[in-house]
Structure formats: structure tokens, C-alpha cells
């Protein structure tokens, strides 16, 4: 049973900086692409970052410069450094996973990953 489970939202002052982690359990990271996706209230969800089974990034160009994906294959967990905050940042944030083909192209669409997370909310004021 696969379940990924992040934690590390909460509220920010613009200029701000939150982490946040997503843990897997029920398969490993290390041979999947893994990445963050967010929604807006009234927005459509839209990708955010990922990171592939060799390490290789991708980012939309919104956070491009101030956030940070990384991951822990040892513990499972993946990591989203949010640096510099702005009001816009504000949503509800998922951890998901899915096969590598996910990554290939950097597109960052949601109906490319498999599992999901519950999110977690980030609000930034």
C-alpha cells in the first residue's frame, strides 16, 4: 500500500521560508519520479518542481530561483525548500510520485504521476 504523507506547511510573512517534506512508505523514491504540485482556491492544480530517479530537476518558472526540490532516498522523504514567499505562493501543496517518464519532458503534468498526497497548506500574508 503505497501512502506519501507531507507535513511542514503553515503561515509565512512574505520574504519568508518554508520546508516542506513528503514521506513514502509502501515503495522506495529511488526508482521514480517525485514532485510537488499546488492549488490555488479557484485555481486548477499546477506543477511546481520534481525531481528524478537521477537526480535531475525541474521547475515551473514561477518558483524557478526561490524554491528547492530535494530528496533522501535513505529516509524515503522528499524535500521542497521554499525561499523568498510571496502572497502567490499561497495553496494547498501535494507530494506525488509516478514512473520516470514523468520527469522525461519537465512538463510537470499531474495526470503523469500516480500516488498522491493529502497536501498540506501554505499561506503566505
Known amino acids: 500500500h503505497v501512502q506519501l504523507v507531507e507535513s511542514g506547511g503553515g503561515s509565512v510573512q512574505a520574504g519568508g521560508s518554508l520546508r516542506l517534506s513528503c514521506a513514502a512508505s509502501?515503495?522506495?523514491?529511488?526508482?521514480?519520479?517525485i514532485g510537488w504540485f499546488r492549488q490555488a482556491p479557484g485555481k486548477e492544480r499546477e506543477g511546481v518542481a520534481a525531481i528524478d530517479s537521477d537526480g535531475s530537476t525541474s521547475y515551473a518558472d514561477s518558483v524557478k530561483g526561490r524554491f528547492t526540490i530535494s530528496k533522501d532516498n535513505a529516509k524515503n522523504t522528499l524535500y521542497l525548500l521554499m525561499n523568498s514567499l510571496k502572497p502567490e505562493d499561497t495553496a494547498i501543496y501535494y507530494c506525488?510520485?509516478?514512473?520516470?517518464?514523468?520527469?522525461?519532458?519537465?512538463?510537470?503534468?499531474?495526470?503523469?504521476?500516480?500516488?498522491w498526497g493529502q497536501g498540506t497548506q501554505v499561506t503566505v500574508s
Open positions: 506525488a510520485s509516478g514512473p520516470r517518464d514523468a520527469c522525461v519532458s519537465g512538463s510537470l503534468e499531474d495526470t503523469d504521476f500516480t500516488y
Open positions: 509502501g515503495y522506495t523514491y529511488s526508482s521514480y519520479c
